[in-house]
């Protein structure tokens, strides 16, 4: 009875001090699960991942949407731009964005609009107008060695290589009163080469007969300056290349005497001196 009464107290005393171990655990855990939850906010959008309501998952969450900064605005969730020192204009102006290759200008090719990010380049400003006026009432040819010269009275204008070229010369030059030059002081070992003519000024005399002449036909509104390269600046009419010029300048300035015309004509076009250029002259139509 003794052992059963003693075993029976113990029993009794066991029982209360679980229970009181038991109540002080329960209250511990319900200490830390208020903690956990206050941790994790109201709507449960914390650490967790969770999407606020009408919201979406930013890209740098990594699930499915595109990574920060690539193809988006640049956020880290919460559409704010990162301040990590990029532009947040990046990709804002007309054209593409402020990085990657310029679509009109792959592999690395300079577009002259400030690839590496600066302001754009400045643009060319043509060559200055030079010309020598002309009386066209006046012009006659001479034979000068092998070839033939064009002249104003005792002004030389220019030399072709045979009498009927410079015949077709006069044709020409006698409808201006100014004969114009591009590129006359560059400095090139070729140097007549890019050297370009063309006439201004109508002269208002009575048209006489036909030149014979060779003419490209091209589009104004297909025109640009493509340099530079070994041959110096050259002006283009779509795929078609129609001169090559000495300088940027001088290029601009034979694009913008070309946009106001349709054709470019030459006459002495294929002559057989040792330099052909010297003895060929350009001139526009429209």
């Known amino acids: 009875m003794i052992y059963t009464t003693k075993f029976g107290v113990?029993?009794?005393r066991s029982t209360w001090r679980w229970g009181t171990v038991t109540f002080v655990a329960a209250a511990v855990l319900g200490v830390l699960l208020a903690a956990v939850l206050a941790a994790c906010g109201p709507s449960g959008s914390g650490r967790f991942g969770a999407v606020p309501?009408?919201?979406e998952v930013s890209g740098a969450a990594g699930?499915?949407?595109a990574p920060t900064g690539v193809g988006g605005s640049g956020s880290a969730g919460n559409g704010e731009p990162q301040t990590d020192g990029a532009d947040?204009?990046?990709g804002s102006d007309p054209g593409g964005?402020?990085?990657g290759s310029d679509a009109d200008?792959?592999?690395g090719e300079d577009s002259g609009d400030g690839g590496d990010g600066g302001e754009p380049a400045p643009p060319v400003q043509p060559a200055a107008e030079d010309c020598v006026t002309y009386d066209p009432a006046n012009l006659t040819i001479e034979q000068s060695g092998d070839a033939w010269r064009m002249r104003d009275g005792g002004h030389a204008i220019k030399l072709f290589a045979t009498k009927t070229d410079a015949e077709d010369g006069v044709k020409v030059a006698r409808n201006w009163t100014r004969l114009c030059f591009i590129g006359r002081g560059n400095d090139r070992a070729d140097r007549h080469r890019h050297?370009?003519?063309?006439f201004q000024g109508p002269s208002g005399l009575p048209f006489g007969p036909a030149p014979h002449f060779d003419c490209i036909t091209y589009d104004p509104a297909e025109l640009a300056v493509h340099g530079p390269d070994g041959g110096g600046w050259g002006l283009r009419a779509a795929a078609t290349p129609l001169l090559f010029l000495a300088s940027a300048a001088d290029a601009e300035?034979?694009?913008?005497?070309a946009a106001d015309n349709t054709r470019l004509c030459l006459i002495g076009h294929g002559n057989g001196q040792p330099d052909p250029s010297r003895y060929q002259l350009e001139y526009w139509r429209q």
Do not use: E, K, N
């Open 195 to 198: 050297i370009i003519t063309y």
């Open 105 to 107: 200008h792959p592999s």
């Open 63 to 65: 699930l499915g949407g």
């Open 88 to 90: 947040p204009g990046d």
């Open 253 to 257: 300035r034979a694009r913008l005497v």
């Open 10 to 12: 113990l029993a009794r």
């Open 53 to 55: 309501d009408g919201g």
């Open 97 to 99: 964005g402020g990085t």
